[in-house]
């Protein structure tokens, strides 16, 4: 089992900052990605970044090159560094860790943070 607790979200003006943490604590070693998802009211849930533990990166299109993902092994945590916000950026984030294995992907989700972006 896996537990995630998410953290930094909040209401910002556009063209501000964010970061957003996510620890991870429980069974979490061996190959795995963590990323950020977003769900904005009315829409599905999208990628915002990932990164896996061997430090692949993938970004949304939306936010390549204002976002920037990361993360601390030995504190067994993701960043998301997320600069020139747009209030189309509006949206709950939740954390996601997912386990690799040889008989499939296994899938855990924060309990999501908001993030508020005014014009």
């Known amino acids: 089992q896996v537990q995630l607790v998410e953290s930094g979200g909040g209401l910002v003006q556009a063209g501000g900052s964010l970061r957003l943490s996510c620890a991870a604590s429980?069974?979490?070693?061996?190959?795995?990605?963590m990323g950020w998802y977003r769900q904005a009211p009315g829409k599905q849930r999208e990628l915002v970044a990932a990164?896996?533990?061997?430090?692949?990166?993938n970004y949304a299109d939306s936010v390549k090159g204002r976002s920037t993902i990361s993360r601390d092994n030995a504190k067994n945590t993701v960043y998301l560094q997320m600069n020139s916000l747009k209030p189309e950026d509006t949206a709950v984030y939740y954390c996601?860790?997912?386990?690799?294995?040889?008989?499939?992907?296994?899938?855990?989700w924060g309990q999501g943070t908001q993030v508020t972006v005014s014009s």
């Open positions: 429980g069974s979490i070693s061996g190959l795995n990605e």
């Open positions: 990164i896996t533990s061997g430090g692949s990166t």
């Open positions: 996601r860790f997912s386990r690799l294995t040889i008989a499939g992907r296994y899938d855990y």
